[in-house]
């Protein structure tokens, strides 16, 4: 069984443009979250899809970050413009149902320069 | 959503022991203690899951005491492959939302 997916693995870009971080869950799971952990923080919860809906997005930055998960399969968390502060590495989970075990991808590396 | 503490870091041997102490003393009822593994370049690692008394899996044990204010993540006979960063959660199971502190960075040694 395939695991989660994150595309890309690593992106540098310029501060000011725009990042598309894609995330594939294992298949079958309703629930898909972002994490991300800036520069020497902590792993910090940004939003929770069930299926096509947003659950809680309450971790979710500022307005420049956009999560979005069509049609209840994968996940694109796009951020526009990109700032220096968003670097870090942003990680993507999937779980079925009400269970705590989630399964996390092997993570974004963004760096913004 | 409950605080943890625990270690920042610990060293062992291979073949040795670990017991990794994490307190999280205002868990609500609600909550579950869950611990995962972490990688370098990887996502965290669900380990185990408990809620009171101890449970075992494969990899690991938990043991949670009555007042659940504390609990121990037992690694039997580690090996330099356990070299990794553990965290210790306290979730409620219909939440979802996971809390991450800083984990405890395990050493494993020749």
């Known amino acids: 069984e395939a695991g989660v997916t994150q595309f890309p693995s690593h992106s540098v870009i310029e501060k000011g443009q725009t990042v598309t971080l894609r995330c594939d869950p294992i298949s079958g799971h309703d629930n898909l979250y972002w994490y991300r952990r800036v520069m020497g923080k902590e792993i910090k919860f940004l939003l929770h899809?069930?299926?096509?809906?947003?659950?809680?997005e309450s971790g979710m930055p500022n307005n420049r970050f956009l999560a979005e998960r069509t049609g209840g399969t994968y996940s694109t968390l796009k951020v526009q413009p990109a700032e220096l502060e968003d670097s870090g590495v942003y990680f993507c989970?999937?779980?079925?149902?009400?269970?705590?075990?989630?399964?996390f991808g092997q993570g974004t590396r963004l760096t913004v320069v | 959503l409950a605080k943890t503490t625990q270690p920042i870091s610990m060293d062992s041997y291979e073949g040795q022991e670990v017991n990794i102490t994490c307190s999280h003393n205002n868990i609500a009822t609600n909550d579950y203690i869950t611990w995962y593994q972490q990688f370098p370049s990887q996502g965290p690692r669900f380990i185990i899951q408990?809620?009171?008394t101890k449970v075992t899996n494969e990899v690991a044990s938990l043991f949670i005491p009555a007042d659940r204010k504390s609990s121990t993540l037992s690694l039997p006979r580690v090996s330099l492959s356990d070299t990794a960063v553990y965290y210790c959660l306290a979730s409620w199971a219909g939440f979802q939302k996971l809390v991450f502190g800083t984990g405890t960075r395990l050493l494993v040694s020749p």
């Open positions: 989970a999937s779980s079925p149902g009400h269970v705590i075990e989630a399964f």
């Open positions: 408990g809620y009171k």
């Open positions: 899809f069930v299926k096509e809906s947003k659950q809680d």
